[in-house]
């Protein structure tokens, strides 16, 4: 079993070099752009699943499930264990299938906020939130990685810059999609809608790869990741509060 999964995260082989060198500038300049906007892209769906709790806090209290001083350690779980996955997560990122790794941690945040919306229990709470601290820091060493794999030392500050501003894009994804979500629904389809949302992303990032020149990266189908993900979030909401509001 351990060793199926240690193969399941080996690096691809690489594939033959391309000759053509004006087939090579063409792909070459296309590629980075693509890798750069999904690596950005990619991470900013990660925080959808980090931040779903901030914006589901005061539902919870609210609602009596949790109060304010077990909030506060789930809370701390979650970033105790990120940042020791932060100091690991690099190293075996450099080691692996990025494609695989990233998304991997993208599906299992997802399941956790899925199963976050069916319990009511502080012990699972944090058990759970903890572990998705583990799997939120799969999400930055993968575009890192990618960054300094297609761009060159005098580049590479400017576009990882750039890339930082996934953090502030998954944050405005989750308090405007995720909040709206909460405000109809109740705080349980918080967690619910940032799972789908996630669940949807992780499988197309799995399943889109380009190995060009030996170098493999997680060229995820900028456009597909974003709006069909974003799509099925939109249907799904509007079928939802259209029945919750049927059914006043």
């Not at 100091?87 to 993208?106: E, V």
């Not at 583990?134 to 990685?145: D, E, R």
């Not at 992780?202 to 380009?210: P, R």
């Amino acid at each position: 079993m351990l060793r199926r999964i240690l193969n399941f995260y080996r690096v691809t082989p690489a594939k033959p070099v391309l000759i053509d060198e004006t087939s090579i500038k063409a792909t070459y300049k296309k590629l980075r752009l693509s890798v750069f906007l999904s690596a950005t892209l990619g991470y900013s769906l990660y925080y959808v699943c980090r931040l779903s709790m901030s914006v589901v806090k005061k539902p919870i209290v609210d609602a009596g499930i949790l109060n304010e001083s077990e909030l506060g350690i789930i809370g701390s779980a979650l970033f105790f264990v990120y940042a020791i996955g932060k100091f690991t997560n690099g190293f075996l990122a450099d080691r692996s299938n990025i494609r695989r790794f990233m998304s991997t941690g993208l599906l299992l945040s997802a399941l956790v906020n899925l199963i976050l919306g069916f319990t009511s229990l502080f012990l699972v709470f944090a058990i759970l939130w903890g572990m998705n601290g583990w799997l939120q820091a799969m999400g930055a060493a993968p575009g890192v990685v990618s960054l300094s794999r297609w761009f060159s030392n005098k580049e590479r500050g400017t576009y990882y810059g750039i890339w930082s501003a996934s953090h502030g894009l998954g944050k405005a994804i989750t308090f405007i999609v995720v909040a709206f979500i909460v405000s109809f629904l109740g705080w349980r389809w918080g967690f619910y809608g940032a799972g789908i949302q996630d669940v949807v992303s992780g499988f197309l990032i799995n399943n889109h790869k380009i190995i060009v020149n030996g170098v493999e990266t997680y060229d995820f189908s900028v456009v597909k990741i974003f709006w069909v993900s974003a799509a099925i979030m939109s249907v799904v909401l509007a079928l939802l509060v259209w029945n919750a509001k049927a059914s006043d």
